[in-house]
């Protein structure tokens, strides 16, 4: 079992900044990649940015492509989304997720352990 607290999140006008944490216990190990996702009211949950444990090169997705950047502190087990230059179509509860895959899918149905979700609301 691989257990993921989510921290961070909250309120801030178009343009601010946030940075969202999630802290990883349990079964981890060196075979992990981790991921955020997000999910906006009445949208389908979608993939944001993703790292794999073996390998440092992330993965965004195109909509937060130089805005959002994703970091791993391997001796915390924690991973952290910095989010700057924020836009009301970033509002949406952000998840943090784990898989097993190297490279990380897209397909929020690949990944097998999740975060609580927290709430980031970009005021406009």
């Known amino acids: 079992q691989v257990q993921l607290v989510e921290s961070g999140g909250g309120l801030v006008q178009t343009g601010g900044s946030l940075r969202l944490s999630c802290a990883a216990s349990?079964?981890?190990?060196?075979?992990?990649?981790m991921a955020w996702f997000r999910q906006g009211p009445g949208k389908e949950r979608e993939f944001v940015a993703a790292?794999?444990?073996?390998?440092?090169?992330?993965y965004y997705a195109d909509s937060v492509k130089g805005r959002f950047t994703i970091s791993i502190d391997n001796a915390a087990n924690t991973v952290h989304l910095q989010m700057n230059a924020l836009k009301p179509e970033d509002t949406a509860v952000y998840y943090c997720?784990?898989?097993?895959?190297?490279?990380?899918?897209?397909?929020?149905?690949?990944?097998?352990?999740w975060g609580q979700g927290n709430q980031v609301t970009v005021s406009s």
């Open positions: 997720a784990r898989t097993g895959f190297a490279t990380p899918p897209r397909r929020p149905d690949e990944y097998d352990y």
């Open positions: 349990g079964r981890t190990g060196t075979l992990d990649t």
């Open positions: 790292m794999s444990w073996r390998d440092d090169s992330p």
